[in-house]
Structures are given as C-alpha cells and as structure tokens.
C-alpha cells in the first residue's frame, strides 16, 4: 500500500477551481513538509507547493501558481490540499503528492508515494 491517497482531479474550464487532496493511508506517515508537483507532458515534474506548516520556514509556491494556488494541510486529518483557483489551461498536468529527498525530472518517480491525478484546464 502507497503511503498517500491522492484525489480531485477533473476538468474545469479556465477561471475555474479544483481542491486536490492527499490523504494519508495510515497513521506512522509523516506529513511535514508534504509537496504537491505536476508534471506537463514534454516537461520536467515540478514542484508547485510545498507545505512548511510543522517546519521552520515559509511556504514554498512555484511563480507561475503564486497567489492562484494555496496549499494547506489538516493535522487532523493528516491530509494535504492545494486549492487551485483562477486555473489556466498551462496548468493542466499530471499532480502528485510527495516528500522526496532529491529532485526528479520524470514525476512518475513519485508513484512510489502515490498515484498522481490529473488536471486538465480547458481554454
């Protein structure tokens, strides 16, 4: 079983809204410093968000999500969202939910976490 439960993708067209989650699939996982990437076909997997709540230091937003995007996590719930407003067809990607200790050109890499979801922004 994949430590994280990733949900929420769909289609929406541009302007609109989409809440991604990722869930934790059991207690021992440890959400501090959980980051959302996407990945754009013929792109490298890139990092979008990174949660900073439970560490030392600010929230981390990709410049091309900056102040459309807004990430968050529940302590609770041990769930990480990332509300994506004002959504653009660019945004349209593959997006996972991970905490990797290197950086991956291909986020496939970050399956082993969980299985992505996928956006897709219509003009």
């Known amino acids: 079983e994949v430590p994280l439960v990733v949900s929420g993708g769909g289609s929406v067209q541009a302007g609109g809204s989409l809440r991604l989650s990722c869930r934790a699939s059991r207690g021992s996982v440890d959400m501090t410093g959980m980051g959302w990437y996407r990945q754009v076909p013929g792109k490298d997997c890139e990092l979008v968000a990174k949660d900073m709540s439970l560490s030392i230091g600010p929230t981390y937003y990709a410049e091309s999500v900056e102040g459309r995007f807004t990430i968050s996590l529940d302590s609770d719930k041990k769930t990480v969202y990332l509300q994506m407003n004002s959504l653009k067809p660019e945004d349209s990607a593959e997006y996972y939910c991970?905490?990797?200790?290197?950086?991956?050109?291909?986020?496939?890499?970050?399956?082993?976490w969980g299985l992505g979801t996928l956006v897709t922004v219509s003009s």
């Open positions: 991970a905490n990797p200790t290197v950086h991956y050109r291909d986020c496939r890499a970050l399956e082993a």
